[in-house]
């Protein structure tokens, strides 16, 4: 029998929290693409004004997986929503119930901020996290297309605005 549990992460978990993000873009096949730190880690997560948190989920008290979000806004709700970002689980753990004690996790965080939405993204080829989300009650959005400004295009963007 297993004893999972999902707490929230501190700065003592850093170095384990860039070890999951490393193996997450492992499995999206964009390693290339992690250039976060701990040190990075700890400023953006850990900080008194940081605008993103994160869960860890362990087993018998070894992390297994993790959980970060942040909140957003709907303005024709007039109420926040909870963001998830990104969310991992070690093979070796899953189908252990470890997803979905995050999801729980996330879920009751976002009841108790009164959240009007709990959201996320998911790439198209990754049928097995489309499936674990269908089974959650989760509904695919249709006739959103997401668009992104990388931190150069932020920057020259910005300097149009001086």
């Known amino acids: 029998m297993t004893d999972i549990t ?26 290339h693409e992690v250039l976060t730190s701990v040190e990075l880690i700890q400023q953006t997560l850990f900080s008194t004004d940081a605008k993103a948190h994160a869960l860890i989920c362990e ?54 901020n009164n959240c009007g939405r709990f959201e996320w993204s998911v790439l198209d080829w990754n049928t097995p996290a489309i499936k674990f989300y269908q089974a959650l009650g989760a509904q695919a959005k249709t006739e959103w297309i997401g668009y992104r400004l990388t931190e150069p295009q932020i920057v020259a963007l910005a300097a149009q605005a001086e």
């Open 6 to 31: 999902v707490r929230p992460a501190t700065p003592d978990d850093a170095t384990t929290i860039l070890q999951f993000i490393t193996e997450l873009a492992i499995f999206e096949k964009a390693e």
């Open 59 to 112: 087993n018998d008290g070894k992390a297994i997986g993790f959980a970060v979000y942040f909140y957003n806004y709907s303005t024709w709700q007039g109420k926040y929503g909870l963001y998830l970002e990104d969310l991992y689980v070690a093979p070796d753990a899953r189908r252990s119930g470890a997803g979905k004690a995050l999801f729980k996790a996330l879920a009751k965080i976002a009841a108790a």
